[in-house]
């Protein structure tokens, strides 16, 4: 009896819905809901948040589900119920300009290889909750504050500061940047303060627009509204490195990030193994 409950816990915590789950395993929905309840009875704790509008994991939830998702789902289709039940999703979070221009292009990659894995992924400077948004893995760039977290570097992202030509031939930018009294725009909209290579964070001087996608900070740099400090791969022509004597940006790294190595779901750790190039 475990198993088919687990095996219905596994279904819901997939459509994260009691109803499409009774109606994909086409059973009642009231047997769904009793069976679940009576599981969180068995183990003495609560497996899913229920609102009237939606259904989402809790920790524990999360945790029940990396532990038993993949084996119920090897059961079920050793007995024969193939079909979704052998795709396993990965759901995952990035930042949308490394999703386009590197995480994206390696994680198709690592889909096409592995065609039984099937990829969700939501682009966002937001950082997402692992158990309340229901995330297997997340692709973060560092420094980390969250210490219980683990975290695999994947490369190295540098930094540098830049504006546009107009901007720079009307400023001169002589002399370092903090007696210069410049323009800048900060990375994101909280005000995030400048890593430096010397170890120190600095709020960034005399901001004029707080800006939360990079590409739009990057335009606004190439407008002459000021200066930007982004990643080194974004600046070309239109958008010139400032060599500033004093302020150095810190090399960034990115990270996959997860809650648990313990009860890492061996897709998770192929698919962190693939993007570190092993």
């Given at each position: 009896?475990?198993?088919?409950?687990?095996?219905?816990?596994?279904?819901?915590?997939?459509?994260?819905?009691?109803?499409?789950?009774?109606?994909?395993?086409?059973?009642?929905?009231?047997?769904?809901?009793?069976?679940?309840?009576?599981?969180?009875?068995?183990?003495?704790?609560?497996?899913f948040e229920r609102t009237?509008?939606?259904?989402?994991?809790?920790?524990?939830?999360?945790?029940?589900?990396?532990?038993?998702?993949?084996?119920?789902?090897?059961?079920?289709?050793?007995?024969?119920?193939?079909?979704?039940?052998?795709?396993?999703?990965?759901?995952?979070?990035?930042?949308?300009?490394?999703?386009?221009?590197?995480?994206?292009?390696?994680?198709?990659?690592?889909?096409?290889?592995?065609?039984?894995?099937?990829?969700?992924?939501?682009?966002?400077?937001?950082?997402?909750?692992?158990?309340?948004?229901?995330?297997?893995?997340?692709?973060?760039?560092?420094p980390l504050s969250d210490?219980?977290?683990?975290?695999?570097?994947?490369?190295?992202?540098?930094?540098?500061?830049?504006?546009?030509?107009?901007?720079?031939?009307?400023?001169?930018?002589?002399?370092?940047?903090?007696?210069?009294?410049?323009?800048?725009?900060?990375?994101?909209?909280?005000?995030?303060?400048?890593?430096?290579?010397?170890?120190?964070?600095?709020?960034?001087?005399?901001?004029?627009?707080?800006?939360?996608?990079?590409?739009?900070?990057?335009?606004?740099?190439?407008?002459?509204?000021?200066?930007?400090?982004?990643?080194?791969?974004?600046?070309?022509?239109?958008?010139?490195?400032?060599?500033?004597?004093?302020?150095?940006?810190?090399?960034?790294?990115?990270?996959?990030?997860?809650?648990?190595?313990?009860?890492?779901?061996?897709?998770?750790?192929?698919?962190?193994?693939?993007?570190?190039?092993?």
């Amino acid at each position: 009896m475990i198993y088919n409950d687990l095996a219905l816990f596994t279904a819901v915590a997939k459509h994260l819905s009691f109803s499409d789950a009774a109606e994909h395993l086409n059973i009642p929905l009231s047997r769904v809901s009793r069976r679940v309840a009576e599981l969180e009875d068995h183990l003495g704790t609560k497996l899913f948040e229920r609102t009237t509008r939606q259904v989402r994991l809790t920790e524990k939830g999360r945790r029940l589900l990396d532990c038993c998702q993949e084996p119920v789902e090897a059961l079920q289709s050793i007995a024969g119920f193939t079909g979704d039940t052998r795709h396993h999703t990965i759901r995952i979070t990035a930042p949308p300009l490394a999703a386009r221009t590197t995480i994206g292009p390696r994680l198709l990659e690592f889909a096409a290889r592995n065609p039984e894995v099937r990829i969700d992924l939501t682009t966002t400077n937001t950082m997402l909750d692992f158990f309340r948004d229901n995330i297997d893995l997340a692709f973060r760039l560092g420094p980390l504050s969250d210490s219980s977290l683990v975290a695999k570097r994947l490369w190295a992202v540098p930094y540098c500061f830049c504006a546009g030509a107009g901007f720079v031939a009307e400023h001169g930018l002589r002399g370092t940047l903090s007696r210069q009294r410049l323009l800048a725009l900060p990375a994101l909209s909280s005000g995030q303060p400048w890593a430096l290579q010397t170890g120190e964070v600095v709020q960034p001087p005399h901001v004029v627009h707080r800006l939360i996608d990079l590409d739009v900070v990057a335009e606004a740099a190439r407008r002459n509204l000021g200066i930007a400090m982004l990643p080194t791969d974004m600046t070309g022509r239109d958008l010139l490195q400032l060599q500033v004597t004093d302020t150095i940006p810190l090399v960034r790294d990115m990270f996959a990030v997860y809650p648990d190595r313990r009860l890492l779901p061996a897709r998770v750790r192929n698919l962190i193994d693939f993007m570190a190039g092993k």
